[in-house]
């Protein structure tokens, strides 16, 4: 209960900074995009982590302020940054309570014009745990933003009970492979049969895969061989402050 007072506190004074973890192409390791995580400035705690209160927004009916605030101060960083960003795409987590809101889309277009950005250089990532109830609406409002232009990739993919049914029912521009599939790939056969089936089916969408928690090069170079078309984890970058990651990781 204290923590969710904090929680309200901290959303109306938006002490939310945004971390950028980099995202690569697996042949040859260059940049193309980041993902958005959040930090939470307590001012005891110091950095507490999503893991501990995304969950805590979720159930108590919080996300979507959270969500706001994150979404604009990506597009102002984004924007602040546009002449080194040219080609990059930036992704922004999205909670099924936030893709249902239909005060969501005139958002997106008031900050998409207030800030000059193309939503094709934009993608929400939407967890399949996502899956609500009312599953027709949430399958109109991803459709809805594939509309404006902006690209959807599917996260922690492979993990959740409907993983086919979103490929068949959402045209995805990305499937994020879940780190669970990626540990160790090189020496964990299963892991790779699971990979390369994802990757199988993704490239014959149309999609792109993305192999999330990469640890090792063992493990990338395994990632390369089974056609997996980027890679994201610490052992290529760590989530890096948005104020620093342009210094962190030069193009
Ligand atoms: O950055 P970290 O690995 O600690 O993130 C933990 C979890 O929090 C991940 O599942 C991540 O997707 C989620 N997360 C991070 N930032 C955001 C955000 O801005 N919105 C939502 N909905 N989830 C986020
Ligand atoms: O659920 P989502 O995929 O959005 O969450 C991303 C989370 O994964 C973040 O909390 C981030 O800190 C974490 N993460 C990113 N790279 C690695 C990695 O290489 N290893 C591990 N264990 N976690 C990672
Ligand atoms: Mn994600
Ligand atoms: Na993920």
Redesign the pocket.
Known sequence: VALLTDLQDAIEKESFTL?IQPQFTTNNNSLVGGE???RWQHSERGFV???EF?PLAEQTGN?YP??KI?IKKAFAWFHSNIAALDGFSMA????VHDVNRESLFPYLETLLNRYSLAPNAITF?I?ESAMSEDHDRFLHSVRRLKAMGFKIAL?DFGTGYSSMRYLQQIEADEIKIDMSFVRNIHQTPINKTIVASITNIAHATGALTLAEGIESEAERETLLQLNVNRVQGFFLGK?TCADEFLNAFPR
């Open positions: 971390f958005v995580l959040i982590s999503p893991a995304i996300i959270i969500t994150v922004i987590n999205l909670s990532e967890t996260d989530p």
